[in-house]
């Protein structure tokens, strides 16, 4: 059966992602769409979700991309009416509002996909099966971009709720927690502010688990040059490297894998598969260690930020 | 069948708090305790949780009273024993590390209590029953105290982890979520630090539910004179108010419920239960509000604070 899908909050990370992945995947059929100031040419637009959702009960699904701060009234609006939703990253600007969307969903037997395109990166199920057949010693997560270059003029990620450097450092997180062979917390953080911004530019996180993992991540959005999204563990079978935030995974320098980037059609498909099957995946873990290191991180002030 | 307990961590809340419930509670027989700097009379006393369940097997559940700091690895190597364990507020310095320890509690089959110490003030049940047959229309919610009086010369909880305000203030949260009749989030904090300290000496924050409830939060430590601890409730059925810390219950001023303070010795009670029935109570809701507002909130500096 076709999925009749809506999308709300048109910007760039819909156009770039979301509507190819939709286009190229025969389950679904994008209906109509909601955003304040986005179009997508050839459905029906509309200027906010009731409205698009009372003129087109057709609507099957829909997908929440806009910034995490506007997310939980739209995904109420869809769950309340009966619809599967699936929330880009971060999947809201709290905790406590998520736990309270997956109760809905499961009150109203619709699935719920707090989707983490990164976890969908093509090296990342192998990274696992590798972490999960040795001994880990320690890992260094490198997540080092420039934010000019990757979220230029964005205001909201600098608010207070839109993260700063966790709204990359947070993708890395996700497939930490994901290839990881047990929980991990974290013991201590530092977050650099601007001294003109509401959200960090720059983090380091240490974790540990309970057979005390030395595992040290660092976000820095000052990157300019090579940028890093880099994965890096030694464990008793050598020194795994997942690179390119996870496209390639090596071992000892020797590459196992290394496929084409296809992050947001594995990630639609997963959501047709949950819709399918009646399930929701909700897993918090990323976000809940970003609020973590803002609970527990020690907060410095470095030089202003101007885009 | 009489608890043999044991404690761990003891300072200032073990004397005033945990010794006398314990004392008075005839499910309970204390038999050592461990502490890196306190000690409790006529029984076997430790420096460290390890030594202490190697040397008295008898033990059958822990209180862990130390620092959230510390409290992670002494909750696994007891609940690893085959150990009941009760959690002081916050249950720790991380969310993650509490939902870790839940689900080892459950792999080993014992009971974990993360305890609120304030759900147990005398008046919380009967606020929570007058809010669940009318309509709430605002809620306030003022904890304002001095933290000379209160915290004197207590470094932990200006360090990072260590809370500041939302030390007393994660118990208004701790009242707060047992009384509302749905889930609140927030969706906007103000979190004030002193300018030499890792930890903020005021905060306000915002909540609101799924049908737009207005809910502000004021915690303050820099209170001189009266000091409050209160929570406010417009209804339809009048003003509700529940005053000095859950104690005193009144609607539009005429007091409906006023018992002696009892918090441990319920809370003691509660643990004894939870053991006699086997099952664990893990509610992070309150460590999740103050984790959120730490994520969501804005951060000012304030005057240096000096004890």
């Not at 995904?75 to 998520?98: F, Q």
């Not at 974790?207 to 030395?214: H, M, R, S």
Request: proline letters at 6%; aromatic letters at 8%.
């Amino acid at each position: 059966m076709t999925i009749s899908l809506a999308i709300v909050g048109v910007g760039k990370i819909v156009r770039d992602q979301h509507l190819p992945a939709v286009a190229g995947n025969a389950d679904y059929r994008l209906v109509a769409a909601a955003s304040r100031n986005g179009r997508v040419e050839g459905i029906e637009n509309f200027g906010a979700i009731g409205e698009m959702l009372a003129a087109v009960p057709s609507i099957d699904a829909v997908s929440l991309c806009m910034p995490p701060q506007y997310r939980y009234a739209a995904a109420v609006a869809a769950l309340d009416a009966g619809k599967h939703v699936l929330l880009e990253k971060p999947p809201g600007a709290t905790l406590s509002e998520v736990e309270d969307l997956a109760a809905r969903a499961a009150e109203k037997g619709v699935s719920l996909f707090a989707s983490w395109h990164s976890r969908h990166a093509p090296a990342v199920e192998a990274a696992r099966g590798f972490l999960a057949g040795t001994r880990l010693r320690a890992m260094r997560v490198s997540w080092k971009e420039d934010v000019r270059q990757w979220h230029p003029g964005q205001a909201w990620i600098w608010q207070p709720g839109g993260l700063g450097v966790f709204d990359p450092g947070i993708n890395a997180l996700s497939i930490v927690t994901r290839i990881l062979p047990q929980p991990v917390f974290a013991t201590g953080a530092t977050l650099e502010f601007p001294e003109n911004r509401d959200a960090p530019i720059a983090a380091t996180i240490r974790f540990t688990d309970a057979d005390g993992l030395d595992l040290l991540a660092e976000f820095d959005w000052r990157q300019t040059g090579p940028q890093s999204w880099d994965i890096e563990a030694e464990t008793d079978a050598g020194v795994m490297r997942l690179s390119e935030g996870g496209a390639k995974l090596s071992v000892d320098g020797r590459l196992l894998h290394a496929e084409p980037e296809q992050e947001y059609p594995s990630l639609y498909r997963r959501f047709a598969a949950l819709i399918r099957d009646g399930r929701s995946d909700v897993d918090l873990a990323p976000l809940r260690h970003v609020a973590d290191a803002f609970m527990l991180g020690r907060r410095t002030l470095v030089d202003a930020f101007h885009d």
